[in-house]
């Protein structure tokens, strides 16, 4: 599906409702081509982020198998709404998702463009009859280098300093001890190495906005709400930069607890929903 505006056109495919192309208006590509290196584009992180330890968790004392970052990016989501400028989708329970989370729960995507600006809302519903826990994530992709930049420098730049240690992840769970933050005041420099080491993860993060660029001044602003922690992330040696607003993470190293009582996850009350988002303007 294709929703355009002066300055910027987006395609979602229903396949988890993921975006998977974002051009400007003179129709240069920002968002990675899902390459063979990373086979996806912007996928949905739901109900879960990260992993857990043994690729399972517990729920009422029983086992339930999950892998990385939970089946709705995987799943076909129904359109509900399809304008020139806007669209949306859902996915709701099924037999199928309650075999692996048993609870009741619809969530929604919507994308709207307007000028040269991209805005996803996920809303994210309990219409079961006991609280839903859940984590809820995005995985934007944004080429790098950026459309007409290649062999630049590029940078992200902060809207507040960002003093607070990040996290790191070991065999794909949350290491205990926090390390120090390479983000120097409000800027970080960006060069493979940084993520040799897997994703950088601010779960203390101060800003709600940054700004990605290469050094000749090509370009995103990328802004975010209701999600408080963000995650960058490149598979070294690939041509992408992963901007990724959470709500949640992975399984801390040695946790071992319920479902619902994990860092990160949300509770919602039955007719209840948690709404976040995220936005990008291109140039």
């Not at 995005?138 to 607070?164: N, S, T, Y």
Request: proline letters at 9%; one cysteine or more.
């Amino acid at each position: 599906m294709r929703i355009a505006a002066a300055g910027i056109a987006a395609e979602i495919k229903p396949q988890g409702a993921e975006l998977c192309r974002l051009q400007d208006g003179a129709g240069r590509d920002f968002l990675w081509e899902a390459g063979p290196t990373w086979p996806r584009h912007s996928p949905v992180l739901f109900p879960i982020i990260g992993k857990l330890a043994g690729d399972a968790y517990r729920h009422a004392g029983q086992r339930y198998a999950m892998t990385q970052h939970g089946f709705a990016r995987d799943r076909d989501f129904t359109p509900i709404a399809a304008e020139a400028d806007r669209c949306a989708f859902r996915l709701t329970d099924d037999a199928a998702t309650r075999e692996a989370y048993p609870f009741a729960f619809a969530l929604e995507l919507h994308y709207a463009v307007a000028g040269s600006r991209l805005r996803v809302e996920y809303v994210l519903s309990n219409s079961g009859e006991e609280a839903l826990p859940a984590s809820l994530g995005a995985h934007p992709a944004f080429r790098w280098p950026l459309p007409g930049a290649e062999g630049e420098p590029h940078a992200i730049l902060f809207d507040q300093p960002e003093p607070a240690p990040v996290r790191r992840l070991s065999g794909g769970l949350l290491e205990a001890a926090p390390v120090p933050t390479p983000i120097q005041d409000r800027r970080l420099d960006l060069e493979p190495g940084l993520f040799a080491a897997d994703a950088l993860i601010l779960d203390r993060v101060a800003s709600r906005g940054l700004d990605y660029r290469a050094a000749g001044g090509a370009g995103l602003r990328f802004e975010f709400s209701g999600f408080p922690v963000l995650a960058l992330w490149c598979r070294p040696g690939a041509g992408f930069l992963c901007i990724e607003p959470w709500q949640g993470f992975h399984s801390p190293e040695g946790w071992d607890g319920d479902f619902a009582e994990k860092p990160g996850v949300v509770s919602i009350p039955p007719g209840g929903e948690f709404r976040a988002g995220w936005s990008v303007t291109l140039g």
